[in-house]
């Protein structure tokens, strides 16, 4: 228990440093917030008038207070542009983002733990450096990139798939459902591959040091056959490295989803940034990294609890 | 091994295995090729700007990597893209190499520093990087030292942790302890010996911090966040995103794309094949 109540201590610490350190880095750099709003040629009774009405005018710490007593409450600000409030346009884009993201999860572990695998079992043979160097290659991609070739060649060339949305606005019941996933393939996929050559190596290297383990020779000398003893014994213990690299690459994870959401027009958190980028929204750049360090926050938790699970070792230490 | 190859430095011998290496030396060369492509740009295209006549055309002999949608000739914009993307990615990376530096061996050596400097950190790792570069970035607004700076703000914690790491394994050592003794200051047991042992790491790191700037530079830029009077790779993706040319105009993509492959692909290799050499067990 005393795990799982420290983990969450540090999820918290890690959401309030999220919170400080965007809300001093607004304050501080230079720029008037509120010529990104009005015209620069506006009285000066009017600038006042806005800087109450954002509460700009008080000092930095009672600002900060504030600040930290509308999140608490769940409220992130108003929106320059739209005039409305952060959190409604964040939160119809989240579950977007959620999809996206889990789903290439999934699709990527159901993928690397197979590949990892057989790359271990052939050690320093031809396939084991194809996946390699592969592996390497593959992390060496810039997102948009794997997104417009998938586009290019699956979506314009073959136009097997849509290559913009997220779902025919027409389709209805199960219709939706599956058009909802026929738009899915190709931003998901992106994400896979930047994200697989990470699983994989890791997965290769800790399956051979499992491989060279005494239990492996033992059960080998049992007479267990060798199938089983990669896929039972080994690859249990390969399993833990593997989640913490889950952990680890939520970053990149969030990072390439809203590079992606950009290119297909994938109306996610990532496409309501790009969209906040072009028309200098602020507070929506502000909430969407509060809110996507939260999402991350909470599936470091997810991956610690699960890891927690799996291997009753950390518990106690 | 032979008795002359025992008297070798251990850095002539890191180069005699790394030449050895035919990836390895290959990226190398392709890096000093594109650092000079990046130098002469003027020399090679002129600057694109303004209107063209040509729109939209495939590649050419006029044109090899074809036109954009105003008539731009692309390899001119690939190759002055060049410049700003490579510039970035490596003033980043120094940036981040000093401030992880100075970081990771205060953590290690002052004790009484390593814990809020670890909690930084640790606290700094589990953040989604890019969402935050893009909020600082547009409120800085574009231009390419914006760039440069913001990548290495957010770039350093993954050196402090290598660093740090690897200057814990030297401050126990009796020559720190004997420096002491003798009354050497901290900054001069610093220099004289901490910082010798943990250079080899950042080698490494210089490398793959370079690509990661690289990276970032082009995720920023694609999303708009550029420099608007300079060309970068992700740029041009960012002029193809908004003319609807992603669907048409292969052409306008694919070449920064490899640019981008080109240059991130080689400096792994080159951290990859450093690493090998340098870990003279792994060619006995």
């Known amino acids: 228990m005393r795990f799982f109540g420290l983990r969450l201590a540090r999820g918290l610490l890690t959401l309030w440093f999220a919170v400080t350190v965007t809300f001093f880095l607004v304050r501080l750099l230079p720029g008037d917030p509120v010529l990104a709003v009005a015209d620069p040629n506006m009285t000066e009774e009017l600038r006042q008038k806005l800087l109450a009405d954002f509460g700009l005018d008080k000092p930095l710490a009672a600002q900060y207070l504030d600040y930290l007593g509308q999140l608490v409450q769940g409220n992130l600000g108003m929106s320059f542009r739209q005039s409305i409030p952060v959190t409604t346009v964040l939160m119809e884009r989240l579950p977007w ?23 271990a079992t052939r050690a320093k043979g031809w396939l084991d450096r194809v996946i390699q160097l592969t592996g390497v290659t593959a992390q060496s991609l810039f997102v948009p990139s794997v997104g417009i070739f998938l586009m290019y060649v699956l979506g314009v060339w073959l136009g097997w798939f849509p290559i913009g949305g997220a779902v025919d606005l027409d389709a209805t019941g199960f219709g939706a459902t ?10 998901c996929l992106s994400l896979v591959f930047i994200q697989l050559g990470g699983y994989v190596l890791t997965m290769r290297t800790t399956l051979i040091d499992a491989l060279g383990e005494d239990y492996v020779s033992l059960a080998k000398s049992k007479g267990v056959r060798p199938g089983k003893v990669v896929w039972k014994h080994a690859l249990r213990n390969a399993l833990l490295p593997t989640t913490t690299i889950a952990g680890l690459q939520l970053g990149t994870l969030v990072g390439g989803a809203v590079l992606t959401e950009t290119i297909y027009a994938y109306p996610g958190i990532g496409r309501a940034i790009y969209e906040a980028v072009g028309q200098l929204d602020f507070p929506v750049l502000q909430g969407a990294f509060v809110l996507l360090a939260a999402a991350v926050v909470v599936a470091n938790l997810i991956t610690d609890v699960a890891y927690g699970i799996l291997d009753p070792r950390v518990r106690t230490s | 091994m032979t008795a002359a190859a025992v008297e070798l430095t251990p850095r002539q011998r890191t180069w005699s295995s790394f030449r050895r290496n035919p990836l390895g030396m290959a990226s190398g060369i392709v890096l000093i090729l594109m650092a000079l492509v990046a130098i002469c740009a003027p020399l090679i295209a002129p600057f694109p700007e303004g209107y063209g006549t040509d729109t939209s055309q495939p590649p050419s002999a006029a044109h090899w990597f074809g036109t954009d949608d105003i008539g731009q000739d692309v390899f001119a914009q690939v190759v002055w893209g060049t410049r700003v993307s490579m510039a970035v990615g490596v003033s980043a990376s120094v940036l981040a190499i000093v401030i992880g530096l100075l970081i990771g061996v205060s953590a290690a050596y002052f004790r009484r520093l390593d814990t809020p400097l670890g909690v930084l950190v640790d606290l700094s790792l589990s953040l989604p990087v890019l969402p935050l570069m893009i909020l600082v970035a547009a409120l800085a607004g574009p231009s390419v030292r914006t760039l440069a700076v913001v990548i290495a703000l957010f770039s350093w914690p993954e050196v402090a942790r290598v660093v740090r790491s690897q200057a814990l394994a030297i401050v126990p050592m009796p020559f720190v302890s004997a420096a002491k003794v003798v009354g050497g200051s901290s900054l001069w047991i610093v220099r004289k010996h901490l910082l010798p042992g943990v250079i080899p790491v950042v080698g490494v790191s210089v490398v793959l911090t370079t690509s990661r700037a690289v990276l970032a530079e082009a995720g920023l830029s694609f999303l708009g966040l550029g420099d608007p009077g300079s060309w970068s790779w992700g740029t041009i993706l960012h002029k193809a995103q908004q003319s609807g040319a992603l669907a048409s105009a292969w052409w ?25 050499a340098r870990n003279h067990r792994s060619d006995t």
């Open chain 1, 97 to 119: 983002t959620l999809i996206l993201t889990m789903s290439a999860m999934v699709v990527t572990i159901a993928l690397g733990i197979p590949l990892g695998v057989l790359a």
């Open chain 2, 252 to 276: 306008t993509t694919l070449f920064p794309s490899l640019a981008i492959l080109l240059l991130v692909l080689s400096t792994t290799l080159l951290s990859v094949a450093y690493n090998d």
């Open chain 1, 178 to 187: 599956l058009s909802m996933l026929h738009h899915l393939v190709l931003p």
